[in-house]
């Protein structure tokens, strides 16, 4: 592996804040209503936020398009499918915020959220650190 231990850390803490503004903060009205629909527009939309964010932290850390492009495309049909499956699952389950199945499947959403980004630290670090 050619990254240093600092530059994977660096890179988590950018993909963390990445992260919780696009799943907190830019989020929309229409990207959280028909969650349970697979062809979403709204989850469409989500996903590119995602994608742009993502595209901005490797750029950030000097990867190039090349390695960036298919990376971010890999993320964004992940995340995509892990919140259909959350949309679906609550919305079948007829749960609600009070419900603590609705909470162990958002933690569910968010832990294969982050498994996503050790994935992609990995790849980053085995091929986009060394400017593939």
């Known amino acids: 592996m050619v990254a240093s231990f600092s530059a994977l850390l660096v890179l988590l803490c950018l993909l963390q804040v990445k992260h919780m503004l696009a799943d907190y903060f830019l989020q929309t009205r229409s990207m959280l209503d028909g969650r349970a629909d697979y062809l979403h ?11 742009a964010g993502s595209a901005i932290v490797f750029l950030i850390v000097g990867s190039s398009l090349l390695f960036v492009f298919p990376l971010v495309l890999a993320e964004g049909i992940v995340h995509y499918h892990v919140d259909w499956w959350k949309g679906r699952y609550t919305s079948e389950q007829q749960l609600t915020t009070a419900d603590a199945a609705y909470w162990r499947a958002s933690g569910i959403d968010q832990a294969l959220h982050q498994f996503t980004y050790i994935g992609m ?12």
């Open 121 to 132: 630290i990995w790849l980053w670090g085995v091929y986009g650190a060394a400017g593939i």
């Open 41 to 51: 527009m709204g989850r469409l939309a989500h996903v590119g936020v995602h994608g």
